[in-house]
């Protein structure tokens, strides 16, 4: 009777071969770039006028680049936040006030939220793979693409969120915290509530290695330094609008009205700014811009306090709001494209197409989370690491909307990191079916 002998492969299989390509060769990055680079150029060369915010934002940008202030109908205003209207009033000083000249602001933001995806997948989990999935998943992304040529917030704000947790995550020297401070700084300009993310990372840096009490003090600090530098940052503005409006206003006075539109008796969750009590309160004529806030903040504050329970069971509602619907972006098209009645069944179309592939991202999001969990148990590592900081990303805009209300464009910021941890699920996937391939045979 002869002896089975076991007989090993000495050569990878093909999946490995692969991966292996698509994670060193030059070439496959190249191609993602170019893919990434064209999608978004090419939805540049749909005409589409600006609406709802976009309307606001861009004229705001309009009278910043020709001297005429930040104003509403000739009043000086602080209702949107000014941080977009800032940066962009730079580029229309530069090249004129135009459609193009927005664009060509997006696709620069939109290049290096790219670029910062990619850093961060490779730092986050060390794996060239998964970076270069995450990077493709995003250049794909319909929704992401979508909001390029619009005049909205979110492809400016997400380069900054992005580039203020790499300037965290990647610190070597307390400078660098200044960077960071000065990043964040800009990016609570842009949308106010910013800085709630900050002590999310630095939780996660404090937690990931021992010892963990003796390293408080001096993370406490370099959160402090951060905040400190962002604060700097944003009181040039907050003294604007005291000497503007004659009242002290942090960033912007769309607080309360946002928190009252959230929170009363008809509310759904949603923002919903045809309810009855906020349609009354619109209509007010004795309230001015920063009283107007006030009353606003003081109603839904105590709707609150006096509704608890309804306040709590309408928590669920935000939170399905913020993340179970996706492509906002066609509304802008719906409302400000000339081609839309024209080619609706396409936008349409791709509308349904961008739901299933939102679905698949979050799924993979949420797989990602179980199987590193259970493979850093596996390995006895500490379960505290930079790979949760893409939770604490997606735990932020949860957090706000708990108070105010649900809707789906505030996750537009967290998506990089979907992308960057759903291709770390599936190269790891990848990975783990080309090992299975190469099992033994028997002879």
Same mark, same amino acid.
């Given at each position: 009777?002869?002896?089975?002998?076991?007989? $090993?492969? &000495?050569?990878?299989? @093909? /999946?490995?071969?692969?991966?292996?390509?698509?994670?060193? =060769?030059?070439?496959?990055?190249?191609?993602?770039?170019?893919?990434? $680079?064209?999608?978004?150029?090419?939805? #540049?060369?749909?005409?589409?006028?600006?609406?709802? =915010?976009?309307?606001?934002?861009?004229?705001?940008?309009?009278?910043?680049?020709?001297?005429?202030?930040?104003? =509403?109908?000739?009043?000086?205003?602080?209702?949107?936040? +000014?941080?977009?209207?800032?940066?962009?009033?730079?580029?229309?000083?530069?090249?004129?006030?135009?459609?193009?000249?927005?664009?060509?602001?997006?696709?620069?933001?939109?290049?290096?939220?790219?670029?910062? &995806?990619?850093?961060?997948?490779?730092?986050? !989990?060390?794996? *060239?793979?998964?970076?270069?999935?995450?990077?493709?998943?995003?250049?794909?992304?319909?929704?992401?693409?979508?909001?390029?040529?619009?005049?909205?917030? *979110?492809?400016?704000?997400?380069?900054?969120?992005?580039?203020?947790?790499?300037?965290?995550?990647?610190?070597?020297?307390?400078?660098?915290?200044?960077?960071?401070?000065?990043?964040?700084?800009?990016? &609570?300009?842009?949308?106010?509530? &910013?800085?709630?993310? %900050?002590?999310?990372?630095?939780?996660?840096?404090?937690?990931?290695?021992?010892?963990?009490?003796?390293?408080?003090?001096?993370?406490?600090?370099?959160?402090?330094?951060?905040?400190?530098?962002?604060? /700097?940052?944003?009181?040039?503005?907050?003294?604007?609008?005291?000497?503007?409006?004659?009242?002290?206003?942090?960033?912007?006075?769309?607080?309360?009205?946002?928190?009252?539109?959230?929170?009363?008796?008809?509310?759904?969750? =949603?923002?919903?700014?045809?309810?009855?009590?906020?349609?009354?309160?619109?209509?007010?004529?004795?309230?001015?811009?920063?009283?107007?806030?006030?009353?606003?903040?003081?109603?839904? /504050?105590?709707?609150?306090?006096?509704? +608890?329970?309804?306040?709590?069971?309408?928590?669920?509602?935000?939170?399905? @709001?913020?993340?179970?619907?996706?492509? *906002?972006? *066609?509304?802008?098209?719906?409302?400000?494209?000339?081609?839309?009645?024209?080619?609706?069944?396409?936008?349409?179309?791709?509308?349904?197409?961008?739901?299933?592939?939102?679905?698949?991202?979050?799924?993979? !999001?949420?797989?990602? $989370?179980?199987?590193?969990?259970?493979?850093?148990?596996?390995?006895? #590592?500490?379960?505290?690491?930079?790979?949760?900081?893409?939770?604490?990303?997606?735990?932020?805009?949860?957090?706000?909307?708990? #108070?105010?209300?649900?809707?789906?464009?505030?996750?537009?910021?967290?998506?990089?990191?979907?992308?960057?941890?759903?291709?770390?699920?599936?190269?790891?996937? %990848?990975?783990?079916?080309?090992?299975?391939?190469?099992?033994?045979?028997?002879?």
């Amino acid at each position: 009777m002869s002896a089975q002998i076991l007989d $090993f492969p &000495t050569r990878p299989s @093909r /999946l490995a071969l692969r991966l292996e390509w698509f994670a060193t =060769d030059r070439s496959v990055l190249l191609a993602i770039w170019a893919l990434y $680079f064209a999608l978004r150029v090419a939805v #540049l060369l749909i005409d589409v006028a600006p609406s709802s =915010d976009a309307i606001s934002y861009f004229a705001r940008a309009a009278d910043l680049a020709n001297g005429l202030g930040y104003r =509403d109908k000739g009043l000086a205003t602080a209702f949107w936040p +000014p941080g977009l209207p800032l940066a962009l009033s730079v580029m229309f000083h530069q090249f004129g006030v135009s459609h193009v000249s927005l664009g060509l602001f997006n696709l620069a933001a939109s290049m290096l939220t790219g670029l910062l &995806t990619l850093a961060l997948g490779r730092h986050i !989990f060390g794996n *060239e793979a998964a970076a270069r999935g995450g990077l493709l998943l995003l250049a794909i992304y319909p929704n992401a693409i979508g909001y390029v040529p619009l005049a909205l917030t *979110e492809v400016f704000y997400t380069t900054l969120l992005l580039a203020g947790c790499w300037a965290l995550m990647t610190r070597t020297n307390r400078w660098q915290l200044v960077g960071a401070g000065l990043i964040f700084g800009f990016a &609570t300009l842009v949308k106010a509530q &910013t800085l709630v993310i %900050v002590p999310l990372i630095f939780a996660i840096d404090w937690l990931r290695v021992r010892p963990v009490w003796k390293r408080l003090p001096g993370l406490l600090t370099e959160g402090l330094i951060v905040v400190a530098v962002s604060a /700097l940052v944003v009181l040039p503005w907050t003294l604007r609008n005291h000497a503007q409006l004659g009242h002290w206003v942090v960033v912007s006075t769309n607080g309360g009205y946002t928190l009252l539109t959230g929170n009363h008796d008809t509310a759904t969750g =949603d923002f919903t700014p045809d309810a009855p009590v906020v349609k009354r309160f619109m209509a007010r004529t004795d309230l001015d811009e920063v009283s107007s806030d006030i009353e606003a903040a003081r109603m839904g /504050l105590t709707w609150i306090r006096d509704n +608890p329970g309804k306040f709590l069971a309408l928590a669920p509602k935000k939170m399905m @709001r913020l993340w179970l619907p996706d492509g *906002e972006a *066609e509304w802008a098209y719906q409302a400000g494209a000339p081609s839309y009645p024209r080619f609706e069944a396409l936008y349409r179309a791709i509308r349904y197409v961008n739901q299933g592939y939102y679905a698949l991202l979050m799924l993979g !999001f949420a797989a990602a $989370f179980v199987v590193m969990t259970l493979r850093r148990r596996h390995e006895r #590592l500490r379960w505290t690491g930079w790979w949760l900081l893409p939770y604490a990303a997606a735990l932020y805009p949860t957090l706000i909307c708990l #108070l105010f209300s649900g809707q789906s464009r505030f996750h537009y910021p967290v998506m990089p990191f979907v992308c960057i941890t759903t291709g770390w699920l599936a190269a790891t996937a %990848v990975e783990r079916l080309a090992w299975r391939k190469r099992k033994p045979t028997l002879h």
